[in-house]
Every structure is written in C-alpha cells, then in structure tokens.
C-alpha cells in the first residue's frame, strides 16, 4: 500500500511540474491542481495508512492515546481540498477573463507568431 501511494505522489507531483512549466495558462492551473492534489495525498499518507481496519479508535485495546489514530491529517487534507477547489474556480475565471482582453492564453501574453 505505501508503495502504491508512494507512486501515486511522485507521478503527480511530476506531471503538475511538467504542467506548471508549459506556455499555456490552463496547462499551469492544471499543473497548481495536480501539485496540491499530490500535496493532499501526502498529507493524508502521513496519517497512518492502513486497509480494513477501524479509522480512529481500535477495540480490544487499552482507553490510551497511544492507541488512537491521529484524525488532523485527515482533517486537513479535506480543508485543503475545499480551499483548492475555490481557488482553482477563483484561478479559472481570472484567466477566462484574461483571454478575453488579450485574445492569448499564452503565459506572458505574447504568442510566438510565424
């Protein structure tokens, strides 16, 4: 399972970059996206990954807080999920708007012409 994940981190993280890199605007939200999706995913591997056991609290054990799974990873990825949602909504209509005034979506506004 943690090598999956693993995986699955370092292949979004890498496509986001490659995205982030390109000349078209849409290409680096897409990219902002992946990354924070990359980020979120980590965030919530830190938390302790484990299949078909309890989420939080594990019985048969002892009432200690060694025992219980820490539920802030998982809190904060889903806050971070929401923020990222509204601001890629917020990125999307400043660069639909931005199109329309300079008729590119290229990143420095100037498209190379042949």
Do not use: C
Request: net charge negative; proline share 5%; glycine share 8%.
């Amino acid at each position: 399972m943690e090598v999956v994940i693993a995986l699955a981190i370092g292949v979004l993280t890498s496509a986001g970059v490659w995205l982030v890199l390109r000349p078209r605007t849409f290409q680096v939200l897409v990219g902002l996206a992946l990354l924070s999706y990359a980020t979120n995913l980590f965030i919530f591997s830190v938390g302790s990954l484990s299949v078909g056991q309890e989420p939080i609290i594990k019985p048969g054990l002892a009432p200690d807080l060694a025992q219980y799974t820490d539920p802030l990873p998982q809190s904060l990825v889903l806050t971070a999920i929401v923020i990222g949602f509204a601001t890629t909504a917020l990125f999307l209509v400043v660069l639909l708007a931005l199109r329309g005034l300079t008729d590119s979506d290229h990143v420095d506004g100037e498209e190379e012409r042949s």
